[in-house]
């Protein structure tokens, strides 16, 4: 059982620990030691921060000029298309100088004989032919071979022996530039006889 102290008796009080009381006197506050703790945080802390800024800026410099390189590159390629469209003919129109020259030449020849200008004709075509070849455009020429609507425009269908839907006329020959149809050739094919 437990004593209740009488009012008589002084009140005794708890012991000190000297050593505690030292210690706690000599170690610093916890404040200080927080205030401390902070102040060895701090230039790490503003270290860093302004090697991230230093990197920021180069990410954001090596934007830019990644940035204006592209619309160099852009602005390069415009101007090659706008080139590459205004001068496309230029080849073409050279292979064709010398096809002028000839029928103006053929023109020009006051006592020619038909001989003559057969041979002159058959010159200036052997030249447009080659200028023809020279800038990728080729005969569509289909006779006898099986109608192709991509390649062929047929005008009719004429009876015939043999297997339908075939060429059997061709009344203009057709071109095709780099294997584009440019002008279908027209043709008459083959239908089956009735009977």
Do not use: C
């Not at 945080?41 to 230093?54: F, G, I, T, Y």
């Not at 043999?162 to 083959?190: C, D, F, K, M």
């Amino acid at each position: 059982m437990q004593q209740k102290p009488t009012p008589d008796a002084p009140e005794q009080t708890p012991a000190i620990d000297v050593q505690t009381t030292e210690t706690a006197s000599t170690a610093p506050a916890p404040d200080a030691a927080q205030a401390q703790n902070q102040a060895d945080v701090m230039p790490s802390l503003q270290e860093s921060l302004r090697q991230a800024e230093l990197q920021a800026s180069e990410h954001h410099d090596a934007w830019l000029r990644a940035k204006a390189e592209t619309e160099n590159v852009r602005r390069r390629a415009q101007e090659d298309i706008a080139k590459a469209s205004k001068f496309a003919a230029e080849k073409f129109a050279q292979a064709m100088l010398p096809v002028k020259d000839s029928l103006e030449a053929a023109l020009a020849a006051e006592n020619s004989t038909v001989e003559n200008l057969r041979n002159g004709v058959e010159l200036t075509l052997k030249q447009l032919s080659s200028a023809f070849d020279g800038a990728g455009l080729t005969v569509i020429d289909p006779m006898g071979e099986k109608f192709d609507p991509n390649l062929h425009q047929a005008i009719s269908a004429q009876p015939h022996d043999g297997e339908p839907n075939r060429v059997i006329t061709v009344l203009q020959r057709g071109y095709a530039l780099h294997e584009r149809v440019i002008r279908p050739a027209l043709v008459i094919v083959s239908a089956p006889k009735a009977g």
